[in-house]
């Protein structure tokens, strides 16, 4: 069993930073899949980004490239996502997520674990 809990998220005005940090306990393998989703009210769970435990090769959605920057700290089984300059449409519930393979994927209903959720709300 794995466990994720998420944390880091809060308010900030629209061109701020904030970095979420996912921490894992459990078995975790080396071939794990990490990755962090958004739900905003009334929208459907979005891709965010995702990264491989052993490798490090990263993959992210479109609307969060090039502000968003994912790692972890295999020594802490701890997973980041540094987000910079942020917009009022980055408001969301933000969730961490495992998947037991090494593919890199966009799709929710493939990672096996999940957190709880950080709430993120960025005033304009």
């Known amino acids: 069993q794995v466990q994720l809990v998420e944390s880091g998220g809060g308010l900030v005005q629209a061109g701020g930073s904030l970095r979420l940090s996912c921490a894992a306990s459990?078995?975790?393998?080396?071939?794990?899949?990490m990755a962090w989703f958004r739900q905003a009210p009334g929208k459907e769970r979005e891709f965010v980004a995702a990264?491989?435990?052993?490798?490090?090769?990263?993959y992210y959605g479109d609307s969060v490239k090039d502000r968003f920057t994912i790692s972890r700290d295999n020594a802490k089984n701890t997973v980041y996502l540094q987000m910079n300059s942020l917009k009022p449409e980055d408001t969301a519930v933000y969730y961490c997520?495992?998947?037991?393979?090494?593919?890199?994927?966009?799709?929710?209903?493939?990672?096996?674990?999940w957190g709880q959720g950080t709430q993120v709300t960025v005033s304009s």
């Open positions: 997520a495992a998947d037991r393979g090494q593919i890199l994927t966009a799709t929710p209903g493939l990672y096996d674990y």
């Open positions: 459990g078995r975790i393998f080396s071939a794990f899949t």
């Open positions: 990264i491989r435990w052993s490798g490090g090769s990263t």
